[in-house]
């Protein structure tokens, strides 16, 4: 079999209209996919103004507007429905790929069982730690037990990270579990990109240094952290400034958090690697990320990197080479070590420039095409021992 004669049915919660790190690793598959010459249908929720144009036929999943808090831009899909079933049998996939655990990924693949089709799951982020930052910790495990279920009903797993595949492994999701890797576009993200006149016109000062957030602002990206942080360098005196790069539910809490602190909103494209290279720092406190592909970006642009060590970060900064990784904590304990291992960055440009240098150059190494290679590879795999079988 041949990577022509694939008919992938890709279900996503979230394909493209808000844009997240996941999607974007999705429509770069889907791009791939279709310049190899396999056929591909993608089901998600459809909304009338999405964030950026779908790569590749998009079928509307039924959906509601996410009943969570602080959510409210994120659809959740319930079913398939009569429609996107009649549409399924149409197409006729030989492999389904399910790239989020919701109620229609749940039907999706009983659907795929029944009729002997393989299904392989991509893992994007850490779903189990979510209810954490929701006053809802109790239920962790109660979800981590339905995400055991799921994924162990999937003939395979792909994650961006060994890291995360030792945790998959660990919480007993899959034994079957492979690299899907993330990569960078160095047409966008590169030190070439800094502005000096941009960091003037948003307050900076040529000789500041500034300690970058990048990302979706909701809190289970770790805002509190990264606020906690920021308290605590201040109360330590080294100087700083900070720069936040992203739009979010949480905007609001986080601009209270950090007065004097530049946000600069929502960036995409040339404007997003400006903006990126155009700080100093990159500070990630997020521990639900699977791999970061923030993290990668801002290596990509020259920035040492200080973030939590935990699944993601952790296969991407070299500590004492590119960065640091801090042991993530409940406790205040991993504020103060955050900012005791963001303090020598801000005071000693020659480590700063010389980290920074060293993540670009290990940035080189992560190339798309090859990346996502691996992904029609497991696709291949699971379709020849279903045959097989």
């Known amino acids: 079999m041949d990577v022509t004669d694939l008919r992938i049915a890709l279900f996503s919660g979230n394909y493209n209209y808000t844009r997240d790190g996941a999607n974007q690793a999705l429509n770069r598959l889907?791009?791939?996919l279709l310049r190899q010459g396999a056929k591909l249908r993608v089901y998600s929720p459809v909304v009338d103004n999405p964030d950026f144009e779908a790569t590749g036929?998009?079928?509307?999943?039924p959906n509601v507007r996410m009943p969570v808090k602080g959510r409210g831009e994120y659809r959740l899909p319930l079913r398939l429905g009569s429609k996107v079933e009649s549409d399924l049998e149409r197409f006729a996939p030989n492999v389904m790929h399910l790239s989020s655990p919701d109620p229609s990924a749940h039907k999706a693949l009983k659907w795929a069982r029944a009729r002997d089709i393989p299904v392989l799951a991509s893992v994007h982020t850490r779903f189990e730690t979510y209810p954490r930052y929701y006053g809802l910790g109790f239920l962790e495990p109660v979800v981590e037990a339905g995400l055991r279920r799921f994924?162990?009903?999937c003939d395979a797993l792909v994650a961006p990270s060994e890291s995360q595949i030792a945790e998959l492994k660990a919480q007993e999701m899959h034994e079957d579990i492979s690299i899907w890797s993330r990569g960078v576009d160095r047409e966008i993200f590169d030190p070439s990109s800094r502005d000096m006149e941009w960091r003037r016109a948003n307050g900076l000062a040529d000789d500041d240094v500034a300690i970058v957030f990048l990302g979706r602002l909701v809190m289970e990206k770790g805002l509190d952290v990264f606020a906690d942080t920021i308290v605590e360098l201040r109360r330590m005196q080294v100087p700083h400034k900070v720069l936040v790069i992203g739009d979010g539910p949480?905007?609001?809490w986080f601009e209270?958090?950090?007065p004097g602190g530049t946000f600069v909103g929502f960036q995409t494209g040339k404007d997003l690697g400006r903006a990126l290279a155009s700080g100093d720092i990159f500070f990630n406190p997020s521990i639900t990320e699977t791999f970061g592909n923030v993290t990668l970006e801002a290596m990509a642009c020259g920035l040492p990197v200080v973030a939590a060590g935990a699944t993601g970060a952790a296969s991407l900064v070299t500590p004492g080479e590119t960065g640091q990784l801090v042991p993530p904590s409940k406790t205040d304990a991993f504020s103060k070590g955050c900012a005791e291992a963001l303090a020598p960055y801000c005071t000693d440009d020659a480590l700063r420039l010389a980290h920074g240098a060293n993540g670009e150059k290990a940035a080189r190494a992560y190339s798309w095409d090859a990346i996502?290679?691996?992904?029609?590879d497991t696709y291949l795999r699971l379709h020849a021992s279903r045959t097989a079988a």
């Not at 036929?57 to 999943?61: C, E, G, H, I, R």
């Not at 996502?372 to 029609?376: K, P, R, S």
């Open 256 to 258: 209270k958090a950090l």
């Open 30 to 32: 889907a791009d791939y």
């Open 250 to 252: 949480a905007r609001g």
């Open 151 to 153: 994924y162990n009903r």
């Open 57 to 61: 036929d998009l079928v509307n999943v």
């Open 372 to 376: 996502n290679q691996a992904v029609v």
